[in-house]
């Protein structure tokens, strides 16, 4: 079973960064792509950053430039360094596969962790 535990968020002023970490347990890093995903207040999740297997990243255009993700295949553990942080950014920060894991029937996703971009 797939166990998603992400952490790293917090407040931090416009301009600030943050390092979000994801520890994924129940996926096999090595055949699996994995992203990160934001859910902004009053807006629906929408993936920010994905790696591919091969190590391809791609980015949504609201975050190139600014975030990076990366994983630790020995740790089971990805990544995201967040810099030059907006008011924008604001929002719930997920990670998982992409596509999402689907367990019993239902898109699973972890607690996800706060990221308040204010000053």
């Known amino acids: 079973q797939v166990r998603l535990v992400e952490s790293g968020g917090g407040l931090v002023q416009p301009g600030g960064s943050l390092r979000l970490s994801c520890a994924a347990s129940?996926?096999?890093?090595?055949?699996?792509?994995m992203g990160w995903y934001r859910q902004a207040p009053g807006k629906q999740r929408e993936r920010i950053a994905v790696e591919t297997t091969g190590g391809d990243t791609n980015y949504a255009d609201s975050v190139k430039g600014r975030f990076t993700i990366s994983r630790d295949k020995a740790k089971n553990t990805v990544y995201l360094q967040m810099n030059s942080l907006k008011p924008e950014d604001t929002g719930v920060y997920y990670c998982?596969?992409?596509?999402?894991?689907?367990?019993?029937?239902?898109?699973?996703w972890g607690q996800g962790t706060q990221v308040t971009v204010s000053s």
């Open positions: 129940g996926i096999i890093f090595s055949i699996n792509a």
């Open positions: 998982n596969k992409d596509p999402p894991v689907v367990q019993l029937g239902r898109e699973y």
